[in-house]
């Protein structure tokens, strides 16, 4: 008789089971729930820098439900701290305060209850600025009496941080700069080898700083070029014409020094004379001047015997 229908009635008896365990966890005054905290260390000395390992813990809280709900759904205010007075430099194992927490609610257990306090010496140093232009002004433009202002920096940061920095610049913007005559840059940091890093400072002071120019439009002018065949005078040969490509430049600078230069002067050097010379020129501008465009041209000397 027992038996009859046994299948059945094991499935009404789990089915009744589930049903109980339901009704009393949706009855149950109190219930818990597992959320991960921030911890915060306190109590800390102005020289030292201060790290906690790890930085998280897993907190278990009771309370009646309604408040574990609201707490599982919303717990951003929740912290655990520890005190770091009086430690010195060095690793130290310390022990977890309890989060302050609702009314109702308590905690079961932190997990871990302990954390490791790393404490360092913040170091501190200053740095001239070095001014790390990159690049050349826009064309038109020259910069001069650049300043940096402030002209150093200050940097607060853990001994091992500060101590790769070998140098700190700024690399303004170059056009900016010559438009305006004065931009923002922000503070880079070198190491001994001249590559920029980014060390994990605690404090940058100031981290941007302003670039000054004396930024001066040019004025441009185009000269001919003009080149001198050089050769021996006993060779018995001499130039009869000279053909330059492209035959003009167009030189940059100062007004006062343009009005100076009226051409462009070259040279070529023919050791053997011939019927045709053909020379590639690098064009070098005077001093104090810029050549714009190309700085290339092609020279053909045509020569012919001298005639007795």
Known sequence: MLRRNLGLKLLSLVLAVILWAYALARTSPTAEVTVMVPVRAEDLAPHYSYTVVPDRVAARLRGPRDRIAALERDHAGLLAVTSAKGFEPGEHQVALSQPELPPGIRVVYLEPGTVRLRVEHLLERKFHLVLRAQGAPPPGYGLSDLKVVPPEVRVRGKDAEVERIAAAGVSPDLEMLAVRGVVGARVDFYNGQGDQITPALAEVDPPLVSVYAGAMQVSSKVVPVQVDVQYP???????????????????????????????????????????????????MPPQGLQLKGTRKVSVRVRMAPATP
């Open 233 to 283: 005078p006993d060779s018995g040969w001499r130039v009869q014409s000279v053909e330059v490509r492209p035959s003009t430049v167009t030189l940059a600078g100062s007004p006062k020094t343009l009005g100076t230069v009226e051409t462009l002067q070259a040279s070529v050097v023919v050791d053997e004379p011939r019927a045709l010379v053909a020379e590639a020129l690098t064009l």
